[in-house]
């Protein structure tokens, strides 16, 4: 038996009230020891309800406690990338909600942070720890490696969204405190006009989920992807982008719609085959994504198209759990500040092409 790893959070907003904390809270490797919060009495109010011996104001707090060996973080996404660091070069090591930064310039300091010290990063991209794009990433290995189905011809990531709070459980009851948080620092690319600093950081805080997963499932752990193509409304948001993800063409769908609950899927297609995963709301507890497997015809063999069904479990606990795991073991973290750095020099690229393009 190990220790449980010596815990805090930094933020008590929607996600990290909803998702995180109880998350962090009921797995038993997680000894949760503190929370920071700069509006005092919302920090003090979660903290009680789970039972959070410390309560701090300020992430420089935790990152001073000596107690305290790693540190969960959500915050403004502009803000968060400073705290982490912060606490990398503090030896905490830390969880992060993505993005990982807005600008590449902290993204690369950050992970000189971690290169400097023995503290390491995992960036909360909770899709790669889905059971259902796993079973699919380990279909697609095989397929590849033993080229029954042919080349790859595309990979296509739709992300419409919708409401992506649908399915939120309704027994998480988070404080409605009306207390506002300050304004956090403006942190974007200096390229960047200040009138496409809202599309930008919108397009990022969304899509780099659907990017990562694509680069996931095409097994780009050097940062091999390349941007061929943006094409975008004036909005920033709606379109396509076309990459090139280790040699495979690969386009996103991105846009908004008024739909109910939650519509994106990833679909591979090979010669002879498809292999398609489609993701559960973000917030519906016990539901992994849906993997559908179709195989063309070959030979005597019919066409078939076939659904499998993961085991219940939902992808934002197993991505805590990963990351507990991975500090006791000093294991490498499935989505680490060196990969994760990637996705932020992608989206910078994206948007220079679109500036470029108006």
């Keep these: 038996m190990t220790d449980p790893v010596r815990f805090a959070y930094v933020g008590c ?61 959500s915050g403004p996404y502009a803000l968060q990338g400073k705290i982490a660091e912060d606490l990398l070069r503090a030896g905490k090591h830390v969880f992060m909600e993505k993005p990982m930064a807005v600008s590449l310039k902290r993204a690369e300091s950050m992970v000189k942070a971690v290169q400097s010290g023995s503290a390491r990063l995992m960036v909360g991209y909770m899709k790669r720890y ?8 380990k279909h697609l290995d095989a397929w590849r490696a033993s080229g029954e189905f042919g080349r790859i011809v595309l990979a296509r990531n739709h992300g419409f969204g919708g409401n992506w709070i649908y399915a939120t459980d309704p027994n998480v009851p988070f404080s409605k405190s009306s207390a506002q948080a300050p304004p956090s ?51 920033g ?16 769908e991105s846009g908004y719609t008024k739909f109910h609950g939650w519509e994106e899927h990833t679909q591979i297609y090979f010669d002879r085959g498809w292999l398609k995963t489609g993701a559960p709301p973000l917030m519906q ?20 198209i076939v659904q499998e069904f993961p085991a219940p479990s939902w992808s934002y606990r197993e991505e805590a759990k ?10 490498a973290f499935r989505s680490s500040a060196e990969d994760t750095l990637n996705d932020v020099r992608i989206f910078e690229e994206i948007y220079r092409q679109v500036i470029a393009s108006k």
């Design 13 to 73: 907003g929607f996600v990290g009230q909803t998702i995180h904390i109880p998350n962090f809270a009921s797995l038993p490797d997680c000894r949760f020891l503190a929370l920071a919060e700069v509006r005092t009495e919302l920090g003090r109010e979660v903290a009680a309800r789970y039972g959070i011996p410390k309560v701090y104001r300020s992430h420089e707090e935790i990152a001073a406690d000596p107690e305290i060996e790693a540190v969960g973080v």
């Design 130 to 137: 889905d059971s259902g794009n796993l079973l699919l990433k």
């Design 185 to 235: 620092p403006d942190e974007c690319p200096d390229w960047l006009p200040a009138d496409r600093r809202n599309s930008y950081l919108g397009f990022l805080q969304q899509w780099t989920h659907n990017v990562n997963l694509l680069r996931f499932f095409l097994g780009d752990d050097g940062g091999k992807t390349r941007l061929v193509q943006v094409l975008l409304d004036p909005d």
């Design 237 to 252: 948001l709606t379109g396509l982008t076309v990459l090139d993800i280790n040699g495979t063409r690969a386009v996103v």
């Design 285 to 304: 507890k016990e539901v992994p994504a849906s993997v559908e497997i179709y195989r063309a015809i070959n030979g005597d063999h019919p066409a078939s």
């Design 322 to 331: 990963h990351f507990l795991a991975c500090v006791r073991s000093g294991e």
